[in-house]
């Protein structure tokens, strides 16, 4: 059964303070990984997807790196429009399925926030 | 381009009543999903459908059930809720493979509270 841990549960910075958000899982055979963002009362919104270890992708303040175990989202001086809900999701090849139907195994996510 | 569209946004019900969460997607995809979150769980798979005509249950299917419309419309009915479905339910429809791979895009969400 595949499994998401995110750490930490929740994450203060202060404005301009660079850190990092973990996801760790396991799974039988990564078929992708993905970094959604959550604002209270609203639905996940995609942020990246990674498919191998190694890669890394990168969207204005955020960027996304994959191990064999794990994920980080990185953010780089954090403004308060960065504060959110950070959910990490794998899919593997085990959920895939006859039918490749995309079952996504979601961490708890972490809950970001940034004090100006 | 509306993407995923709930409705309703809220609702309460009593212990025994029933209802219906509509999703539809504007975005051609073939597979939609319905999930609940609810606090420390994540989001958790109640169903999903792969195409249009077809369903299948996902990791908490007890005491759902649902129904693909047609291929914008996959709706979730609980028979007789119950205290322990209050939760937050969203829709998704997924981006197929290629270029863009398995991408699932969200609704904004249906907050119910069973009392």
């Known amino acids: 059964e595949d499994q998401v841990t995110q750490s930490p549960e929740a994450l203060r910075l202060q404005e301009g303070e660079s850190s990092s958000l973990n996801c760790s899982y396991t799974v039988s055979g990564l078929r992708g990984l993905f970094w959604y963002r959550q604002d209270p009362g609203k639905g996940p919104e995609f942020l990246f997807t990674l498919y191998s270890a190694g890669e890394e992708k990168e969207k204005e303040r955020l960027k996304a790196t994959l191990t064999k175990k794990e994920s980080f989202l990185h953010i780089t001086a954090p403004k308060p429009e960065d504060s959110a809900t950070y959910l990490c999701?794998?899919?593997?090849?085990?959920?895939?399925?006859?039918?490749?139907?995309?079952?996504?195994?979601f961490g708890q996510g972490t809950i970001l926030t940034v004090h100006p | 381009n509306a993407g995923v569209t709930q409705t309703p946004k809220f609702q309460v019900l009593k212990t025994g009543q029933s209802m219906t969460l509509q999703c539809a997607q504007d975005m051609n995809h073939n597979s939609m999903y319905w999930y609940r979150q609810d606090p420390g769980m994540g989001l958790r798979l109640i169903y999903y459908?792969?195409?249009?005509?077809?369903?299948d249950k996902g990791e908490v299917p007890n005491g759902y059930n649902v129904s693909r419309l047609n291929k914008r419309e996959f709706s979730l009915r609980l028979e007789s809720a119950a205290p322990s479905q209050t939760s937050v339910y969203f829709c998704?429809?997924?981006?197929?493979?290629?270029?863009?791979?398995?991408?699932?895009?969200f609704g904004a969400g249906t907050r119910l509270s069973v009392l």
């Open positions: 998704a429809s997924r981006v197929e493979p290629p270029p863009a791979k398995n991408i699932q895009y």
């Open positions: 999701a794998v899919q593997g090849y085990s959920n895939a399925g006859g039918t490749s139907y995309g079952k996504l195994t």
């Open positions: 459908s792969a195409s249009e005509g077809t369903t």
